[in-house]
């Protein structure tokens, strides 16, 4: 059965690779966009070099007796803010220009680098905080509470659970090929999941006003969406039976 089309409003995403009509070979990595990677991690560096310059300040008010403690919770707040911006642009990037799993130690840095930037932007100051002689005991237990929870919530901010790879969007890519002969895929703002048709009942549904459409890796870098549509997947399989018989 061919795709009905949807009565929604359908979104090109502009931008990367254009949605392909013919398959491309394994491996194709047209859909790569280093320019806007590279800009996501400058900007990304530069927030978290401006983290650090305030975990420094923080530092240097501690070296400096009386320690104001809303000073400090201050220049700890604004230490965090860009420590997460920086965390956040990385990770984009990463989706622009992941690594190659097959490099396995620039895998592991590239993709978990937040969770070291966030301990080199707090663990120096909780370590001053908690052996300072000059804080008093509460104040250095709310200092100290404040600059551990920020430095576990960058941390674990960090983390890439499921970190892109050129081997996954090349095995993601290849199936949707395979299933349709383009790379072309829809989502929606609020989905986890990319469809081959338009007119999945999954995506067209009252709380869907707008669906989006391009390739695979377009889900990926602007949802970090990374799952075919079960049904959509069954519906392509069906339809490509009687060409084999």
């Not at 949807?6 to 502009?14: D, E, L, N, P, Y």
């Not at 840095?109 to 908690?130: H, M």
């Amino acid at each position: 059965m061919p795709d009905m089309g949807t009565s929604k409003k359908v979104t090109r995403v502009g931008g990367g690779e254009t949605p392909s009509a013919a398959p491309k070979q394994p491996g194709t990595l047209a859909s790569i966009d280093k320019g806007k990677a590279k800009k996501f991690r400058i900007f990304a560096v530069l927030c978290w070099i401006i983290a650090i310059a305030f975990e420094i300040g923080a530092i240097v008010l501690l070296k400096k007796p009386p320690v104001g403690t809303a000073e400090l919770i201050f220049m700890i707040a604004v230490d965090f803010i860009f420590a997460l911006i920086g965390i956040v642009l990385w990770k984009k990037a990463n989706r622009y220009d992941p690594a190659s799993e097959k490099e396995k130690i620039r895998f592991f840095v590239q993709n978990q680098l937040g969770v070291f930037i966030a301990i080199i932007a707090f663990l120096p100051l909780v370590v001053l905080i908690l052996t300072s002689k000059d804080l008093k005991g509460k104040q250095k237990g709310i200092l100290g509470a404040v600059a551990v929870v920020a430095m576990l919530i960058a941390a674990i901010a960090g983390i890439d659970f499921n970190p892109p790879s050129l081997e996954q969007y090349a095995e993601q890519t290849a199936r949707v090929e395979a299933l349709t002969g383009a790379n072309h895929v829809y989502w929606t703002p609020h989905g986890s999941s990319y469809h081959i048709y338009s007119d999945c009942s999954y995506i067209n549904t009252d709380r869907t006003s707008e669906i989006f459409e391009g390739t695979v890796a377009q889900a990926r870098e602007l949802k970090n969406i990374t799952d075919l549509c079960d049904r959509c997947a069954a519906r392509a399989e069906r339809e490509k039976l009687p060409q084999t018989r």
